[in-house]
């Protein structure tokens, strides 16, 4: 067969994604200059497919659609047919999910568009059956979409047309900037979301506004957010519940945030096996998961737990954290210290097949029958199963319940539960493991970075910051280039896509400067610097004051995105403003002032609606409490003493960046000159080491306390109430759519709560094999 635009020309490309899809009758092509060329001269709309490989319902309408020889005869005859990894181009998949969620109301993957030659959308969904169901209302089948629109650009395209310059118009009002000093960007039609949860208020009261947003947006009954089912994780917004608890003394956000945290542990979408997150859960209760893992997920989620731990002392937090990094360690790491994208959700051609028991599943797998019977009660296995005749485990015995009807003691319990799940976790091995997807992505490993190097301060242990480091030296001998100053955004095999989104560097240059708190290493101090003066020279807009998704010299495509929303991902412009202000003090260029007007382009966007922005909402949030910092000077070649980093790891400080520093200005100069200054930072000068003790300076807007030896007695110079983990020492006594989407409280959950604090396994406890 000739080598030419009709043909599948997937076979080629590096995405796991793409390459399931090549051997398809279909003649689907990448989004690339040759296949848009030839829609344009053969005169043809677009079919636009963009899905990743990890998708369940997208594995459902390639089966049922795109192995069809009846629709792969009208896609290839009337269309030109594209296939596009949305994990590779989130410029091309926020564009579309965009309109997606203006038209319909909804967004996710896989995301079906049809599109002129000139890539403008005329019609849009996310999955359609081949044919019309009646279990799917009015939605028509895939197959009779295509015939119609097949006949209707032959016939009568004027519509299609007109249709589609009104949906680009859409677009670019609401994904690019207002540049006449107005944000019009809810004067755009949009379905309502969250109306009900948004309040408005000033800079000043802007936590209070999202605290009160996730608080009303909480399940009293199950905990997350929302009142049905699908239930997404929201880490951001479990965050700023705990922030808002921190900083505002808000006792209803804690109970809404720990609720929350209680229920993900306890529930389905966590593996009790393993360690991890599954994407979300299809209902309410937490019960049944999409079973893909993503890397994204896998490094947000225990973030939030770790900022959970930190402020409440509780155990069973750190306990999930652990799991999640091991699990991390052992499933997703490349050999060089990489992280891999994602595990399907699919083994054996069935969903979840992985991950669910039967009763004579968990028998065979442990040998002591009464271990067994305690692990079948511990997390609901049944006859009958609450997945397709098997089960998802769920914690649904605590400890104390299992020790009443067993009459043993709670620590036998554990021990025996321990024990079951190390059988359950070998018995797991052997089964057909789900595929993975081994390309690497920056900006996904920026966030597990992030989340390590985070674990490695809060859990005080070095093997996460080590996981962090080997990450980072990965991404930049394979993704960074230090002559151009550009990152790639994915690896895979050696393959390098050399396009970097806002979303890579913002979200390495977070990662970064957490690697750098933890360790206080100036070079992870110069490359997030380094990282944070790209994001200016590349997606900038001065004339917008705006952050945009894709750099100034990428290709044009009917609008260029800006990412202000968190999604499945946090908002990429949030967490580059954070990163901005966080190391503005460490740079000649006034990245602080370029935060602050990226922040006052979005405010009535903030305020409105607070649920979709919580990244800008706490980078505004930050900047409204004068960039409050910590400052500690010691011997680095030495490192922080044992009590200075317990007290670090037991203090919660939402926002407030800890900066360590040499402890003479002899020793700063090799920094300074790392950094590429002139003279020490402001926030530096003078607050040297004293008495041959580490010395702690808490800072506020340039001003700084006197020097002490005492974190404690630093922040008490802060105006605001930060409040330390220890004031909560005895809390442990307390006994959509049916497709892949993103899209005060008393709340009772004791039960889940007692279930899940019972087990103290070890980090090890999953060990390798899986």
């Not at 990094?325 to 097949?353: C, I, M, W």
């Amino acid at each position: 067969m000739s080598d030419t635009p009709v043909r599948n020309r997937l076979d080629t490309e590096a995405s796991p994604y793409l390459t399931q899809h090549a051997e398809n009758p279909v003649n689907w092509q990448p989004w690339d200059d040759r296949a848009l060329e030839y829609a344009e001269s053969a005169d043809k709309p677009i079919f636009l497919s963009v899905g990743y490989a990890a998708c369940h319902w997208c594995h459902v309408m390639a089966e049922e659609s795109f192995e069809d020889d009846t629709v792969a005869s009208i896609l290839n005859d009337s269309f030109v047919p594209i296939k596009v990894d949305r994990e590779e181009r989130p410029d091309l998949d926020r564009i579309y999910q965009t309109i997606c969620q203006l038209v319909t109301g909804g967004g996710g993957w896989p995301l079906s568009v049809w599109l002129t030659p000139e890539g403008k959308p005329f019609y849009v969904g996310t999955y359609f059956p081949k044919t019309e169901r009646p279990d799917r209302g009015d939605t028509p089948g895939f197959l009779e979409i295509c015939q119609s629109f097949a006949t209707a650009w032959e016939n009568d395209r004027s519509e299609l047309e007109s249709r589609a310059d009104q949906w680009a118009d859409a677009l670019q009002d609401r994904l690019e900037a207002d540049t006449s000093g107005h944000s019009d960007a809810d004067d755009v039609p949009t379905p309502e979301a969250e109306s009900s949860n948004s309040d408005n208020g000033s800079n000043t009261d802007l936590l209070t506004s999202v605290s009160t947003a996730a608080i009303r947006a909480t399940d009293n009954e199950y905990g997350g957010f929302g009142s049905r089912g699908p239930k997404f994780p929201q880490p951001g917004r479990t965050e700023a519940l705990l922030r808002a608890h921190a900083e505002i003394d808000r006792e209803t956000a804690l109970n809404a945030a720990t609720a929350t945290l209680d229920s993900m542990a306890a529930g389905g979408v966590y593996d009790h096996i393993g360690g991890g997150f599954h994407r979300y859960a299809t209902d309410r209760e937490w019960t049944v998961p999409h079973f893909e893992k993503m890397l994204y997920d896998n490094a947000e989620i225990p973030r939030v737990y770790l900022s959970a731990y930190q402020h409440t002392g509780r155990d069973r937090y750190a306990r999930i954290a652990h799991e999640t990094f091991s699990f991390l360690s052992r499933e997703l790491q490349h050999p060089e210290g990489g992280f891999y994208s994602t595990l399907d959700a699919q083994s054996e051609g069935k969903e979840g097949r992985f991950y669910v028991w039967t009763p004579q599943t968990v028998r065979d797998a442990i040998d002591d029958s009464q271990a067994a019977d305690i692990a079948i009660d511990r997390f609901g296995v049944t006859e009958g199963g609450n997945f397709e005749g098997s089960t998802v485990l769920t914690v649904t015995a605590s400890i104390s319940q299992l020790a009443s009807k067993y009459s043993s003691t709670t620590d036998e319990i554990v021990s025996q539960l321990a024990d079951a799940r190390d059988s359950l976790f070998d018995a797991r091995t052997n089964r057909e493991h789900p595929n993975r997807d081994e390309k690497i992505l920056t900006a996904w490993n920026g966030l597990a970075i992030s989340s390590l190097a985070r674990g490695g301060l809060i859990l005080e242990t070095d093997q996460y910051t080590e996981l962090a480091t080997d990450a980072l030296s990965f991404i930049r001998t394979h993704l960074w280039d230090s002559d151009a100053g550009r990152l790639s955004r994915r690896y895979k095999d050696g393959d390098v896509d050399e396009t970097g989104y806002l979303d890579d560097y913002a979200f390495l240059a977070r990662g970064v400067f957490d690697l750098y708190q933890t360790t206080g290493n100036v070079e992870h101090l110069s490359f997030a610097v380094t990282l944070a003066e790209t994001i200016v020279r590349l997606f900038y807009d001065a004339s917008g004051e705006t952050l945009y998704l894709s750099p100034k010299d990428a290709e044009s495509l009917v609008a260029r995105p800006q990412d202000l929303r968190d999604q499945s991902t946090p908002s990429s412009a949030g967490i580059a403003v954070q990163t901005l202000n966080a190391v503005d003090p460490f740079t000649s260029t006034d990245l602080s002032g370029i935060a602050a007007a990226v922040l006052d382009t979005h405010a009535d966007e903030v305020r409105g609606r607070p649920l979709e922005h919580i990244s800008l909402a706490m980078a505004a949030d930050s900047r409204a409490r004068e960039h409050d910092e910590i400052v500690i000077a010691h011997d680095i070649d030495t490192g922080l003493s044992e009590s200075m980093r317990s007290d670090i790891a037991s203090t919660y400080l939402p926002g407030v960046p800890i900066s360590q520093r040499p402890a003479t200005a002899s020793a700063l100069e090799p920094w300074i000159h790392e950094l590429g200054l002139d003279s020490p930072p402001a926030i530096w000068v003078g607050r040297n080491q004293r008495d041959n003790t580490a010395t702690v300076y808490a800072c506020s807007g340039r001003a700084c306390s006197p020097p002490t030896h005492s974190l404690t007695d630093a922040l008490e110079w802060f105006d605001t109430d930060i409040i330390d983990s220890s004031s909560d020492t005895d809390a442990d006594t307390d006994t959509d759519t049916d497709t892949d989407t993103d899209t005060d409280t008393d709340t009772d959950t004791a039960n889940n709560i007692d279930a899940v604090e019972g087990i103290n396994f070890s980090e090890d406890a999953a060990s390798d094999g899986s």
